[in-house]
């Protein structure tokens, strides 16, 4: 027995002293290069641990059909270094390497003709000057998982996509990408990491895995296709994403932050932005609505205004859209809708909230135009949602509520005003207060509370409307018929009363006033009495 476990562990030493023997002869196998290659129509297949260093010219050069690879292309590894011009440049030919650690004092990969490079994983190609890969017309790049691509020169992307297909597997970093030639594919893993500049889509497509992080902005033109999976994290100093005659799709649970500008700006005809259960921030602007751009969020969240930047509006352009579909949208200090000084002439402005979305004006306005005279055409539609803010147009707005709830404090105005089983929650801050409408449409019977506010609990004590609210509310307010039924509340979150009571004439008076003051007046009337106290205390 103790014979056989010798001959045993005998064997096992043996076997693996060959394997180190044969670990180290491939060792010493790998050849370094040190000057460059050229492959006219010829083939050439390269050991693990191979380098090639070139003082002057490209590094390894393919054309006419030639052919570089590696024994193992899953598993061998290749260093070249390029002194003075690209790494690897390939014309009609085919290299298939393994993992490559490229650094070039031009370019690292220019692929053209009907050529195709693949690299391994964990592959790093760093450009001195100009970019890292550059993939042209009928031309093909493919990446296994972890690629780095540097470009030391700013000004140069690292991958530039010139008609050619790009197909890069997981947790890739580039600085910036730019596909500017039409007919570009890329199709990008997961966990990818756009760590500098833009990604910018020219005429092309664009598929992006789960988790990517984008610390730039996605800039999307000329009929361009971008599609993200779920949960990528987009955060820009300028525009964060820009669709223009292009679609982006934002998949599920995307978060799009820009720091000093807009998240979401869709233009031009075909110009497309959709998200599901995503959040959206912006310094100016949370969405900006231009010429026949079209948004469509589902159960997402919206942090700023919504602006309009129309002024190359087209005549016979179909009308810029957006759809928000249940989550909510809040303006900061601002109103959330503000448009500029060029109206949309033709298509108009489509805007629809459904599905229990809730509007919320920062500043207590959902609209207001007045101040820039440009909502010609303009159609808002509420259905099954929630408006908290005052609605205020000089022309041209169209608002239907159906099913929804409006709450206003203040005066709103608009030239049209649908109504269909709606409540509208109305808090008068001042006997002037209104909804004024020029034409008014009541399609099922719609409630409307009205509130009044200390301060116009105050005017009315002190210039005596107490009989006379008809004014201020009924004529003036909305009108119309049977379908619109009023109730007054008889106190306020302050905590003031009153009563209301019914002439029967359409007239309606309020008594009985007590006023409470709010908090800050409590405590300014405290602050008096502690003072005076502290006076009269000295004195004693």
Known sequence: MKKTINNRFRKEIKLTAIATLLACAAVVNATDYTSAIVLNGTTQTFQDGDSITAPTGVALHLLNGATATTVDPSTDTLTINSLASYGINVEDSTVNLGTVDITAATRGIDIAGNSTVSIGNNSIIRAIAQNAVVVRVNSSFHAGDDLTLISDNTTNVPLLVMGGTVVIGNRATISSVNANTAGSSLTIGDYFTLSAGDFRVTGSIASIGNEAIFNAGIRATAGSQITFTENARITATNYAVYANASKIDLGVGANVTSNEEYALFATGIGGEIVADRGTFTGKVAGIVLAPSGKITLTDSVVTGEIGAALQNAVLGSPATELNIIGGSITSTTDSLFTFNDIAHRDGGIVINITD?????????????????????????????????????????????????????????????????????????????????????????????????????????????????????????????????????????????????????????????????????????????????????????
Do not use: C, H
């Not at 001042?430 to 009044?452: K, M, P, R």
């Open 356 to 540: 229990g979305a809730v509007l919320t004006g920062g500043n207590g306005e959902i609209l207001n135009s007045t101040r820039e005279n440009a909502t010609s055409f303009v159609e808002m539609n509420v259905f099954d949602s929630e408006i908290n803010g005052t609605i205020n147009s000089d022309g041209g707005l169209t608002v239907k509520i159906a099913d929804s709830t409006w709450t206003s404090t203040g005066s709103s105005s608009m030239d049209n005003l649908i109504l269909d089983k709606t409540i509208i929650e109305f808090n008068m801050t001042s006997a002037s207060d209104s909804i004024t409408v020029g034409n008014l449409t009541l399609e099922g019977q719609s409630a409307v509370f009205v509130g009044f506010t200390n301060d116009f609990l105050e005017e009315v004590l002190a210039t005596g409307l107490m009989d006379n609210l008809d004014a201020s509310i009924v004529t003036s307010f909305l009108g119309g018929d049977g379908n619109v039924k009023y109730i007054f509340a008889t106190s306020n979150d302050e905590g003031s009363t009153w009563d209301i009571f019914n002439y029967g004439d359409g007239r309606f008076g309020i008594s009985a006033i007590n006023i409470v003051p709010e908090p800050s007046t409590y405590a300014l009337i405290f602050g008096a009495l502690a003072l005076a106290f502290a006076t009269y205390r000295r004195r004693k």
